[in-house]
Structures are given as structure tokens and as C-alpha cells.
């Protein structure tokens, strides 16, 4: 199933990081007042920042490097996110089971991310190397260098983002390397 992508909202991953950064807000009501200034404010940062720098990306997917680098640190947000899961989850803060189905739930979207970054190519705009092909147009504009259905890509995202042997750096595949 193909949809156009009008913005960053439509986006699967973002949908779930955003939910996910949701959840961790509401888990961390929970958390005692002597941990505001740490693990409180340091999950709430992280989880927000993953949906955040999603969001980055798909604005800087004009240009390659520039996507993969934002998308990057989207990957180190949802890793730190989970880490600090861990430490509530080991104070006590929050059950286990629920610990598990947060880190669960954010490895989902590491690998999305993940697999964005190896694909980059996918979804990067491809409008401007085109153009190149066609000859430059110099620094002219046009009404047409306006028009939505350009700035709009069709992606197939559940082709693009279905589960598929682990890329070698992956989240799941190294731990999988440390069970071997």
C-alpha cells in the first residue's frame, strides 16, 4: 500500500515514537519527586526527542547526509530512552513487564530507524538529482517550484519498513551476536 507523505505526521515511525514519548510521560508521573531532576526530565527528553528528530529528518531528506545524520541521533535518542527504562524499572519505579514492553516497543522503532538510514536513498528527494539530468535552472523561480505534489513523495513506508534479516548493525542483531 503506497500513500503520499504530506509531513512528518504521516510517517509510521513517528506515529509510534510519538506514542511512545506519550506513554514514558505518563509512566514518569509516577516516579518520585527526588528523581525530577534526573531520570525524570533525562526519559521525558529522550522519548520526545526521537519523534522530534524523526520529524527533523523527514524536513532534511532534501539532502541525504543530512537525513541519515538527524535520523542518527533519533537512533541514540530511542537507545537512551530505553536505558533510562532500565534504571526505573530497577529502582523499582516501574514493573518489569511494563519495562519490557517499553523496550520492546522502542526496539520496534530502532529498527525503523535503522532501516531508514540503510535506506536512505528510498526516501530521500530524488527531485534535485533529477533536475540535474534535465540541466540546471539556475537560481530562477517559478509558481510551479511551489506546487504541493512535489514537495508531497508517494512512499510505500510498509514495504519499506517490514521486518527483513536484520541490517548488521542493528539493535536486534547485536543482541542476537551476544546470545551466540
Known amino acids: 500500500m503506497s500513500d ?5 505526521r504521516d510517517l509510521i515511525v513517528y506515529q509510534k515514537s510519538f506514542a511512545a514519548g506519550k506513554r514514558v510521560f505518563e509512566l514518569s508521573q509516577t516516579f518520585p519527586r527526588e528523581e525530577m531532576y534526573s531520570l525524570t526530565d533525562q ?4 522519548s520526545r526527542s526521537v519523534s522530534a528528530n524523526i520529524a527533523e529528518a523527514w524536513r532534511k531528506r532534501r539532502y541525504q547526509k543530512h537525513f541519515c545524520s538527524t ?17 526505573a524499572s530497577a529502582h523499582g519505579y516501574i514493573d518489569d513487564e ?10 520496534e522503532i530502532l529498527r525503523m530507524i535503522v532501516k531508514m538510514i540503510h535506506g536512505s ?10 533536475a540535474g539530468k534535465a540541466g540546471r535552472e539556475g537560481v530562477r523561480e517559478s509558481e ?7 514537495e508531497s ?5 510498509y514495504a519499506l519498513l517490514s521486518p527483513s534479516p ?12 551476544k546470545d551466540a
Open 153 to 157: 513523495p508517494v512512499i510505500d513506508q
Open 121 to 130: 536513498s528510498n526516501w530521500c528527494d530524488l527531485k534535485s538529482r533529477e
Open 144 to 150: 510551479s517550484r511551489y506546487g504541493i505534489a512535489h
Open 43 to 46: 526519559v521525558r527528553r529522550s
Open 98 to 107: 511494563t519495562a519490557s514492553k517499553a523496550s520492546a516497543y522502542y526496539e
Open 71 to 87: 535520523l542518527n541521533i533519533a537512533e541514540a535518542e530511542a537507545a537512551e530512552t530505553q536505558v533510562w527504562i532500565e534504571y
Open 4 to 8: 503520499r507523505i504530506y509531513s512528518h
Open 166 to 177: 536484520d541490517l548488521p548493525d542493528s539493535p536486534s542483531s547485536a543482541a542476537e551476536s
